[in-house]
C-alpha cells in the first residue's frame, strides 16, 4: 500500500511566524512531490512542486525534498491569516510516464492567530 | 490563466439513479483525472485518462464508473446507479505532461449527494 503520512494538526502559529508542515512517504518510485491548499469546501490549489533533492523557494514558500529520507516539507514565512487552511501532500507516481497519479496525505491543518 | 471548470457545482440525486460530472480541462492539456474526497477523508485517486482510454483506475472506479471524452473539450465521469457511499466531492484534474513535474491543476469540484 503506497502511503503518504502528515500530522493532522491542528497546527497553530501566531501571525508573522514560520509554519513548517511535515510528509513522509513509503513509494522510492514517486517522481514528484505536491503541496496543495484546501480552503474549507473548496478544491486542492497547487502551490508547490519539487521533485529533486533540496530547497526550492517561491515567495514565502519553500519547499524542501529529501529522497533518501523520503521527506517533504513545506516551510510558509511570515504566516498571515489568510494561509489558515489545510495542506495537502501529494506524491506523483507515475505511470509508463504518462501522467502519473497523485497520492494525498490527509492534510494538516494550519491556523494562523492575528 | 486558464482552468479547470467542472459542473454542476452541487448535485442531488436519489440512490440507484444515474449522474454524470461534466469538465473541462485546460485546453491544451493531454492528461486527465478524476478524484473524490469524501467529507473529513483524504482526496483520493479514481481513475486517469490519457489519448482517449484510461491508463489507470483504483479499487473504487468499479463498473459502475465509467469515463468519456465526448468532444475536443469535455471530460465526463458517469456513475450508474448511484450509492449512499458515493457521495463526496468529485475533482476534476488536467496537466500538460511537458515536465518531469506533472503538476495536475484541480477543478472546483461537483458536491454529490445521494439520497
Known amino acids: 500500500q503506497k502511503e503518504v503520512e502528515q500530522n493532522s494538526g491542528p497546527l497553530s502559529v501566531p501571525e508573522g511566524a514560520i509554519a513548517s508542515l511535515n510528509c513522509t512517504y513509503s513509494d522510492r518510485g514517486s517522481q514528484s512531490f505536491f503541496w496543495y491548499r484546501q480552503y474549507s469546501g473548496k478544491s486542492p490549489e497547487l502551490i508547490m512542486s519539487?521533485?529533486?533533492?533540496g530547497d526550492k523557494e517561491d515567495g514565502r514558500f519553500t519547499a524542501q525534498l529529501n529522497k533518501a529520507s523520503q521527506y517533504v516539507s513545506l516551510l510558509i514565512r511570515d504566516s498571515q491569516p489568510s494561509d489558515s487552511a489545510t495542506y495537502l501532500c501529494?506524491?506523483?507516481?507515475?505511470?509508463?510516464?504518462?501522467?502519473?497519479?497523485?497520492?494525498f496525505g490527509q492534510g494538516t491543518e494550519l491556523s494562523v492567530k492575528p | 490563466e486558464p482552468e479547470v471548470t467542472q459542473t454542476p457545482s452541487h448535485q442531488v440525486t436519489q440512490m440507484g439513479q444515474e449522474v454524470i460530472l461534466r469538465c473541462v480541462p485546460i485546453?491544451?492539456?493531454?492528461?486527465f483525472y478524476w478524484y473524490r474526497q469524501i467529507l473529513g477523508q483524504k482526496v483520493e485517486f479514481l481513475v486517469s485518462?490519457?489519448?482517449?482510454?484510461?491508463?489507470?483506475k483504483s479499487e473504487i472506479f468499479d463498473d459502475q464508473f465509467s469515463v468519456e471524452r465526448p468532444d475536443g473539450s469535455n471530460f465526463t465521469l458517469k456513475i450508474r446507479s448511484t450509492k449512499l457511499e458515493d457521495s463526496a466531492m468529485y475533482f476534476c484534474a488536467s496537466n500538460s505532461n511537458r515536465d518531469i513535474l506533472y503538476e495536475q491543476y484541480f477543478g472546483p469540484g461537483t458536491r454529490l449527494t445521494v439520497t
Open positions: 519539487i521533485y529533486s533533492n
Open positions: 485518462f490519457y489519448n482517449n482510454e484510461i491508463s489507470e
Open positions: 485546453s491544451n492539456h493531454l492528461y
Open positions: 501529494a506524491v506523483n507516481l507515475p505511470l509508463y510516464n504518462q501522467g502519473g497519479k497523485l497520492i
